[in-house]
């Protein structure tokens, strides 16, 4: 550790975002970085602490401190390579990571100003792809063949670890593009595709053959292969079955986020294709992510208003005693969308979706309170009576992804991500997609595999 004390006379210091007025004319990413000084500055905070709970709360096992030094001293080489060597996709996750290791920070729990992990991180990413540091490498082939379904961050993930260790490796993948969720889910402005792209390139140049707009039945898998990996993630979204969902003007999320991320790579849709929020009144209902993005994406698309709700109650601002570490904080969560112009509303149920001349033009919803379960359960959800009408033009549901559901496969046959889990963190899916490699490099020796 460089700077002993840093943490004392250096104040966390965020890159911040564009401004608002300039970051919603366009899908440009909102988040802005440091210079290379502020960023070493940044690092110099990082205590080296001697149970360092930033490592322990990261899926992937991050060694932040080790790198965060590395970072300090200008030995930005070695920075990536301490950090490449747990994380094959820093540039993704110092973008996107709701960044469980800075919960986690013993400058968070004292003072609630953790070292800039995840900025640091997705900086000297960039630094590596910028000096040259990242080389393809051409591994000494073992004769076996691995199958992945699935191009998204586990299947990337697992495709480079196995790669790595000499196993010739195809990836399967339905859409016309690799990167699954970080392509078709995720907004440019959080995530820009050429990031996406300048991986890929990489991985190709390695040996990783890519079948791309080719659908795999995972009970009729691709013949020639010596194990498989299933890495299809959760395809199946939420939906709200309540009275008047067959009106026109309801959408899953992602029919509009993956298709606006396809209009920016150049594909066209046919008009009445369109999910386009151009001069309507939009209500998102779910309180997530992904919600957060469908306000961000209808900002930029020319929406009159906004209005954003969730079903949940309002989560307390900075602390919640209900959820102390070293658990999740459920504290309220404004993003850069959220700071574009949103009306956000808590405690409010959907009961039905009004229509006229088949389109919808609002949503009866009704404000429920949540009654504390005696055994510390799960609360219980109480209609109170209290009825409205939003008006809209536009209904999104982002409301989460069904956990699917897997047959019983052979012994070679292997499953990862939220194939597995159920929906969850891209941090969770690159890790889970290292364990699997990790259980067909056992299976093939003979150990335990998946088992």
């Not at 110092?94 to 920070?105: M, T, V, W, Y």
Request: glycine share 10%; aromatic share 8%; with cysteine.
């Amino acid at each position: 550790m460089g700077n002993p004390k840093a943490f004392l006379n250096i104040p966390r210091q965020e890159a911040g975002y564009r401004p608002v007025h300039e970051r919603i004319t366009d899908f440009s990413q909102v988040e802005q970085t440091l210079n290379s000084h502020e960023r070493k500055l940044q690092a110099s905070r990082c205590m080296d602490c001697g149970v360092p709970f930033c490592h322990w709360a990261c899926p992937l096992g991050n060694k932040q401190p080790e790198f965060q030094d590395a970072l300090y001293k200008g030995k930005w080489r070695e920075a990536y390579e301490v950090l490449a060597a747990t994380n094959d996709f820093p540039e993704f996750t110092g973008r996107i990571c709701p960044a469980l290791c800075e919960k986690s920070c013993v400058l968070k729990l004292s003072c609630d100003e953790p070292v800039t992990i995840r900025e640091n991180e997705a900086a000297i990413a960039e630094a590596a792809f910028r000096e040259g540091y990242i080389v393809p490498i051409q591994p000494e082939r073992n004769g076996k063949r691995v199958a992945i379904i699935g191009a998204g961050p586990a299947g990337l993930s697992a495709a480079c670890r196995l790669n790595a260790k000499g196993y010739e490796v195809t990836l399967f993948d339905s859409k016309p593009m690799p990167g699954g969720l970080l392509r078709y889910g995720i907004p440019n402005f959080k995530l820009d595709k050429a990031v996406i792209d300048r991986r890929m390139g990489v991985l190709e140049a390695e040996g990783i053959k890519f079948e791309m707009g080719v659908t795999v039945d995972v009970q009729k898998l691709p013949a020639g292969f010596d194990a498989y990996c299933i890495c299809t993630g959760t395809p199946q979204a939420r939906d709200l079955n309540i009275p008047g969902r067959e009106l026109k003007g309801i959408y899953l999320a992602l029919e509009m986020l993956s298709q606006q991320n396809q209009i920016l790579d150049g594909e066209t849709f046919p008009k009445d294709r369109l999910v386009n929020a151009k001069g309507k009144r939009v209500l998102v209902i779910g309180g997530g992510d992904t919600g957060s993005d469908c306000i961000g994406t209808s900002i930029r698309q020319g929406a009159v208003s906004v209005t954003q709700i969730e079903i949940m109650p309002q989560p307390p601002v900075g602390h919640n005693d209900a959820t102390p570490w070293p658990q999740w904080p459920i504290v309220l969560k404004t993003t850069s969308s959220h700071e574009e112009g949103c009306t956000r509303r808590w405690s409010l149920a959907s009961n039905q979706f009004i229509g006229k001349n088949g389109k919808v033009c609002g949503v009866e919803v009704e404000e429920v309170e949540w009654i504390p379960a005696q055994d510390g359960g799960r609360p219980t959800m109480k209609p109170t009576g209290k009825k409205e009408v939003i008006d809209t033009d536009m209904v999104l549901l982002a409301m989460g992804f069904l956990k699917p559901e897997q047959p019983e496969f052979p012994e070679n046959v292997f499953v990862a991500g939220d194939a597995a889990r159920g929906a969850s963190l891209v941090v969770h899916a690159l890790a889970d997609g290292r364990r699997v490699a990790q259980r067909v490099s056992e299976f093939f020796l003979g150990g335990e595999g998946r088992r």
